[in-house]
């Protein structure tokens, strides 16, 4: 394990989940002036709080837990303002489903440019998924961190079609 980075799965008492380190200098990192991609960036997917509770009979996560996570809201008369969510991925862009894209152009943070999946079919769903290019940068704090994105080649490339994950 002297190779791994190792934090407590929260799951199962005394259980670690632990990666691999990897020790390159030739990949690239975020620079944090134009919020580009960092697949491998050491500020992904860090929570403050480290104990992962599954969300049973509609418990509430604890504040901090899942710091990638977004609201996105709406102008509405009636009803909820908030209809949809997205992962923070860099400082200046969220991964949305494409359905969530409607003609208003600001939350907290104003949104510049939507770029929807060029085959999405609002019809069916298919290829449902967005980016939201954000106006300014997000200031990641201890409550604030981008997901981490899958970096090996059998991730990147694996059909995720009639697969189905749990979180």
Not at 63 to 90: A, H, M, N, Q, R
Request: proline letters at 8%; charged letters at 20%.
């Amino acid at each position: 394990l002297s190779n791994e980075i190792c934090r407590n799965s929260g799951y199962v008492a005394g259980t670690s989940v632990c990666c691999p380190i990897e020790e390159t200098t030739s990949n690239p990192r975020t620079n944090p002036d134009n919020g580009a991609v960092s697949l491998n960036g050491p500020e992904c997917g860090l929570s403050s709080v480290f104990k992962f509770r599954r969300v049973v009979g509609g418990e509430p996560s604890e504040l901090g837990t899942w710091p990638w996570i977004t609201l996105l809201g709406y102008d509405v008369l009636e009803g909820s303002p908030f209809k949809c969510g997205g992962s923070l991925i860099t400082k200046r862009h969220v991964l949305t489903a494409a359905h969530c894209i409607r003609k208003t152009t600001t939350v907290d943070i104003n949104i510049v440019k939507m770029d929807r999946h060029p085959q999405y079919n609002s019809r069916n769903g298919k290829n449902d998924i967005a980016i939201l290019h954000l106006e300014s940068p997000v200031s990641y704090t201890e409550r604030i961190h981008p997901a981490c994105l899958p970096k090996d080649p059998p991730l990147r490339t694996r059909s995720f079609v009639d697969y189905m994950p749990f979180v």
